[in-house]
């Protein structure tokens, strides 16, 4: 059981179900398994940027879909930096402490959103390939989630693992991570058999 994922979860009072399956490595398996539709499953994907989000931070994010979906790169930039000019706007109009210079701009507008390399995940967050959690916050990386998925009243996370995953409600999952949310999920296109 990952007690770190359960911890966090009681300390922020978010109703949750730890379901234990056999080893699985892909969505598509998780679904089969637990026996549930593969857009009740949550699919994160570490996305690197061309520069930080943040300031002195990792150039990475979690960008979270149904796993019934796919990621559109181009349009997950567009909405990472709305989301970076939405936040600089709310900093310089945050009301200064007295003796305090204020902050402008720490958020950066990004260009481009690609996938790494798995390499990426072993040697930047000490993970291996596939057994990221959905959980941003244990690897200090913003969560982007797609706004189609926010509608869902649950959904089954990653927990950290290949044998556990962990189901809970959406908008719990965006309220602890502080997910920005916006839209950047389109449809898996099915191959056709000849």
């Given at each position: 059981m990952n007690k770190k994922l359960?911890?966090?979860?009681?300390?922020?009072?978010?109703?949750?179900?730890?379901?234990?399956?056999?080893?699985v490595y892909t969505a598509h398996d998780v679904a089969a398994t637990l026996h549930v539709k593969l857009g009740e499953i949550?699919?994160?994907?570490?996305?690197?940027?061309?520069?930080?989000?943040?300031?002195?931070?990792?150039?990475?994010?979690?960008?979270?879909?149904?796993?019934?979906k796919n990621i559109d790169l181009k349009k997950l930039?567009?909405?990472?930096?709305?989301?970076?000019?939405?936040?600089?706007?709310?900093?310089?109009?945050?009301?200064?402490?007295?003796?305090?210079?204020p902050v402008v701009d720490i958020y950066n507008k990004v260009a481009k959103v690609i996938l790494p390399k798995e390499k990426d995940m072993k040697?930047?967050?000490?993970?291996?390939?596939?057994?990221?959690?959905?959980?941003?916050?244990?690897?200090?990386?913003?969560?982007?989630?797609?706004k189609s998925f926010t509608k869902k009243e649950k959904a089954i996370f990653a927990a950290g693992n290949f044998e556990e995953s962990v189901k809970?409600?959406?908008?719990?999952?965006?309220?602890?991570?502080?997910?920005?949310?916006g839209a950047f999920a389109v449809g898996k296109k099915v191959k056709k058999v000849k």
């Open positions: 359960v911890k966090y979860l009681e300390d922020n009072k978010v109703k949750y179900e730890l379901l234990e399956h056999r080893t949550a699919k994160s994907l570490l996305v690197k940027f061309n520069k930080p989000f943040e300031d002195g931070k990792k150039p990475y994010a979690l960008a979270v879909v149904a796993a019934d930039s567009k909405v990472v930096s709305d989301w970076a000019v939405r936040l600089n706007r709310e900093l310089r109009l945050k009301k200064l402490e007295k003796g305090k210079k040697d930047k967050f000490k993970v291996g390939a596939g057994s990221m959690s959905a959980f941003g916050s244990f690897y200090k990386l913003p969560v982007f989630v797609d809970l409600p959406v908008a719990g999952f965006v309220k602890i991570e502080q997910a920005m949310v």
